[in-house]
């Protein structure tokens, strides 16, 4: 079956813009999971959404946001660019909440100029 | 502030050598997993221990979690270029939450 797909891979962004990013999750999993991966940091949880509703929240600023739709696509936005914004921005997908195994897409790679 | 401390940082071992990365918190997790991510890829889910004690093996990878379930531990026996990877433990709670990760690259 198809993997967790994360378009675009590559993005170019000026400072102040917003941007979305898409996670289409394994058919059947119902749970998306937002990472943030810098070299500094490591992997950061964002948010977590399973049936249309944040489930979990990691500490973020408000800035960052996110969505899912009934067909358990998510979405995730981010508003007022920053250049610490720079990052890979996966995606992970899980059977259901709480859910132990997580399957990672390949990320979008968000570069702030 | 990692909850999951990964040492070392980066290893560098020549093929058919042993390497062993840790993983130490001071916090009580359900399970921990092991994932390994290449680049341009996304983590790729290894294993999951769940219980104190347990040892996995997974071909020449054995993995081991903590009497406590805080800390764990990766080993590789004969070391191969395909086993050169980032290598994240992760402490399940109700969210994942990850270690900074070992660089691993193996020489041929």
């Known amino acids: 079956k198809a993997g967790v797909t994360q378009t675009p891979r590559y993005l170019i962004k000026t400072r102040g813009q917003q941007v979305t990013l898409s996670c289409s999750p394994i058919?059947?999993?119902?749970?998306v999971s937002w990472y943030q991966q810098t070299p500094g940091q490591g992997l950061q949880f964002l948010f977590e959404y399973f049936s249309e509703t944040q489930r979990n929240k990691g500490n973020f600023p408000g800035r960052f946001s996110g969505r899912q739709f009934s067909n358990s696509r998510s979405e995730m936005n981010v508003s007022t660019l920053e250049l610490g914004d720079s990052a890979l921005y996966l995606c992970?997908?899980?059977?259901?909440?709480?859910?132990?195994?997580?399957?990672f897409g390949q990320g979008t790679r968000l570069t702030v100029v | 502030t990692q909850l999951l401390e990964q040492s070392p940082q980066f290893l560098s071992i020549q093929e058919g050598e042993n390497l062993t990365v840790y993983c130490n918190s001071s916090?009580?997790?359900?399970?921990l997993q092991w994932y390994r991510q290449e680049p341009g890829e996304g983590p790729v889910l290894l294993v999951t221990v769940v219980t104190g004690g347990e040892v996995k093996k997974l071909k020449r990878l054995t993995f081991q979690f903590g009497d406590a379930r805080k800390d764990s531990s990766l080993h590789i026996t004969a070391a191969q270029p395909g086993d050169t990877g980032l290598y994240l433990c992760a402490g399940v709670y109700y969210k994942l939450s990850f270690g900074a990760g070992t660089t691993v690259t193996v020489r041929a």
């Open positions: 992970a997908s899980s059977l259901s909440y709480l859910a132990t195994e997580a399957f």
């Open positions: 058919s059947g999993h119902r749970s």
């Open positions: 916090s009580v997790f359900s399970s």
